[in-house]
Structures are given as C-alpha cells and as structure tokens.
C-alpha cells in the first residue's frame, strides 16, 4: 500500500505538472471515493485527484466476485479490451451527467448489456488518464479472449492518449511480431 507517504508523493508530483495513468485499480485510486460490489468507501490515502466517486464492478460486463471474474469489453470506437473489475460512472450507484467531471474519450458499447452501454471507460480529466479497462493487457496472460490484433489495437490507442495526457512521444511497432520487450520505455 502507498499509505500517506506515497498518496503525498504523488499529489507533489501532480502538482509540479505530473502526469497520472491509472488503470482498473488506479482509477479507483484516484478517485474521492468508491463503490466496490455495492460497498462504500472513502479511504484516507485515496488520491483524490479525480473529484468524483466511482462503482464497479460493473456486473452487466463481468462479476469479480463470480469465476472468472473478467470478461472482454467492447467499446465504442470497436476495440476490445480485457475488463476485471475497473469502476465507471452511472451504472448503479452513481450518476452520470454532464457535470461529471472529465470528458469520455471511450464509452462501453457491449452488445446486449444496456445497463453498461455509454458509461465511461476512459476518461481524461486535466493530466489524468483514467481507464477501466486493461488496455495494457497482453493476451493470454491469465485471462482469455483477446486476440494478438487487438492488443495491438489497443496499445496504439493507449500510448496516442499518454502522449496527449503526458506530453509524449511513445510509439508502437507495427507488425505483428511486437513483444512486451518492445514496449519498454
């Protein structure tokens, strides 16, 4: 846990003009407060930095407390992208309007679960970049269901937003030979 010690660092770090990437966990982190599995909580060490709360898991896509406990999530601009238990905005114990703070860059658009459909899945707010899905994820690496094509889909997407939250210049190889050996930064 990063306790007192490690939420200050990172606030320091935020406010000289920082850049924060927080995925599933991170998001939840980042947040003021949280639902998880209809549960609240507000922690003392949360970061804060995203003034709004949050739920998850959102059970319309995948259950964490049911096995698997992940599934993959399509999103609206067709990527698929490994979902386990990332938080959202609006699918039941929160509220989704047009205040909420940060901009949606991707929505879930899963195919026959309307209760997810247009909730948050990446959200950008100032420096922050907020994901609840794995767009990092390599595929089958403990999980299912994502293919070769779409990590690599997904890595683009996911450095392009890093270098517009960050100020960066990340690429990614093409072809089909990229490896996690390649991504090092």
């Known amino acids: 846990a990063l306790g007192p ?34 549960t609240y909580y507000q922690h003392p060490d949360l970061l804060g930095a995203y003034p709004a709360i949050v739920e998850g898991s959102l059970r319309g896509i ?7 406990g992940y599934a993959i999530a399509t999103l609206n601009n067709s990527l698929r992208a490994l ?11 929160t509220t989704l309007t047009k205040s909420t703070p940060g901009a949606a860059r991707l929505v879930f658009a899963q195919p026959g679960v309307p209760s997810v ?7 950008e707010y100032g420096k922050l970049l907020l994901t609840s899905v794995h767009l990092e994820a390599f595929e089958d690496d403990g999980f299912f269901g994502l293919s070769q094509i779409d990590r690599e889909k997904n890595y683009r997407y996911l450095a392009g937003r890093l270098n517009r939250a960050a100020g960066t210049s990340f690429s ?12 090092v930064v």
């Open 83 to 93: 979902y386990w238990g990332g938080p959202s905005i609006g699918y039941q114990r």
């Open 172 to 183: 990614i190889p093409t072809g089909s030979s990229i490896s996690t050996a390649q991504l």
């Open 62 to 68: 995948a259950d964490y407390d049911l096995s698997p």
């Open 5 to 38: 010690a490690g939420k200050a660092q990172i606030q320091r770090f935020l406010e000289c003009g920082g850049s924060y990437f927080g995925a599933c966990a991170g998001w939840y982190f980042a947040s003021k407060g949280y639902y998880w599995q209809d």
């Open 117 to 123: 459909r247009g909730l948050p899945a990446v959200v």
